[in-house]
C-alpha cells in the first residue's frame, strides 16, 4: 500500500512498472459533499476537473481490455431540498475528457442507510432518504475483460421448483418475447445478476475495527462494504490478475483482492488509515507483506 497523494503516487516509478498490466482499477473517490470530510474532497467545477485528471494515468496503466470502476454517491445543493447534478456531470466529465467507453451503470443500494438529508428527510418530512451511490464502469475498449458467470445470484425458491418441475408458461408475452422451455428449463447454475446490487453496510464490530481499536488508531469514517469491490473484481478479473485502488482509504479494496486471489495495489495519502488498514489482514498475511504496507507496492 503505497502513502501519498494518489495524482504524485501514481508517477512513482514502482507503478510505472505496472503500465499496461492491470487488469481492474476499482475506486470510490472522496465524495463532492458540501461539507469538508476528513479524508478530504472538493466541490463544484474544482472536483469535476480533479477527477477527470487521473485519466490519463488510469488508461497508461490498464491492460488494454482492462476496466475502469468508479464509485460516487449523491449530492445535494447546500441549504435546499435539491439534488445537485456534480456526481454526474464529474463522470461524464471522465468519461469523456479520456476517451472511454461507459459499459455499464450499476446502483448500490444500501437498504440499512439512515435516513439523509436530515433537514428535509427526517425534519421536515418533504424529501425521501438518500440510499444509494452510482458505479460506472468505463474502459478504453468496447468489450472489456468480463464474465458475469462469475457473479451468478442463487436461483430462488421458485425458480429452483420450476426447473426441476420444467413445468414453465410458455409462449409469446405481451412484450412479443417468445419463452422457450428449453432455454428457461435449463439449471444454468445461478440467475443473472441485475446492475442493482443491494448491500448493507451496517457492521460495528469487524476485523478492522477491533484492530484500530485496540491500536488506537483512528477509524477510516467512509469505509464501504467489502462485498462491493468483490463483486466487480469477481465479475471483471480472474485469479492472478492485478487490481488497483488509487483512494485506498482503508484498504478494503485490497483485502477483497486478497481474498479472492488477486495481486492487488492501493494509494491512500494518511498515514493513519493506511496503518489501520493492516486489520483487515491476519497474521500470516501480514508477515508476507512485512514492510510493504507502509511505502511500498503491496502484492499477493
Not at 481499536?213 to 469514517?221: G, L, Q, S, V, Y
Not at 510493504?292 to 507496492?297: I, Q, V, Y
Request: overall charge positive; charged content about 25%.
Amino acid at each position: 500500500m503505497l502513502v501519498g497523494e494518489s495524482e504524485i503516487v501514481l508517477s512513482r516509478p514502482e507503478l510505472r512498472a505496472l503500465k499496461g498490466k492491470v487488469q481492474l482499477i476499482f475506486t470510490s473517490p472522496p465524495f463532492p459533499l458540501n461539507h469538508k470530510k476528513k479524508y478530504g474532497n472538493l466541490r463544484g467545477g474544482d472536483y469535476v476537473m480533479w477527477l477527470a485528471k487521473f485519466g490519463p494515468i488510469m488508461r497508461e496503466l490498464l491492460k488494454p481490455d482492462g476496466s475502469i470502476v468508479i464509485e460516487l454517491g449523491n449530492s445535494w445543493e447546500e441549504g435546499h431540498p435539491t439534488m445537485s447534478t456534480l456526481p454526474m456531470r464529474a463522470l461524464l466529465y471522465f468519461q469523456e475528457q479520456n476517451f472511454l467507453h461507459l459499459c455499464q451503470e450499476f446502483i448500490c443500494h444500501n437498504p440499512a442507510r439512515l435516513p439523509s438529508p436530515a433537514e428535509w428527510v427526517t425534519v421536515r418530512r418533504i424529501r425521501l432518504k438518500d440510499s444509494y451511490t452510482r458505479l460506472w464502469w468505463l474502459s478504453p475498449d468496447r468489450y472489456p475483460k468480463a464474465n458475469n458467470r462469475n457473479v451468478l445470484k442463487p436461483y430462488s425458491a421458485a425458480q429452483t421448483k420450476l426447473i426441476e418441475s420444467g413445468k414453465f408458461n410458455t409462449g409469446r408475452r405481451p412484450s412479443q418475447f417468445v419463452i422457450a422451455e428449453k432455454k428457461f428449463a435449463k439449471n444454468n447454475g445461478g440467475s443473472i445478476s441485475p446492475n442493482v446490487l443491494s448491500i448493507s453496510n451496517t457492521r460495528s464490530r469487524d476485523g478492522y475495527q477491533e484492530y484500530c481499536r485496540t491500536n488506537d488508531i483512528e477509524f477510516h469514517p467512509a469505509r464501504m462494504p467489502i462485498e462491493l469491490p468483490k463483486f466487480f473484481i469477481n465479475f471483471l478479473t480472474s485469479p492472478g490478475d492485478i487490481v488497483l485502488d488509487p483512494f485506498g482509504g482503508s484498504n478494503t479494496t485490497g483485502a477483497a483482492a486478497d481474498e479472492l486471489g488477486r495481486y492487488w495495489v492501493t494509494v491512500e495519502p494518511n498515514e493513519s488509515y493506511v496503518r489501520g488498514s493492516m486489520g483487515r489482514f491476519d497474521a500470516k498475511q501480514l508477515q508476507r507483506y512485512s514492510g510493504r504496507l507502509s511505502g511500498k507496492a503491496s502484492r499477493r
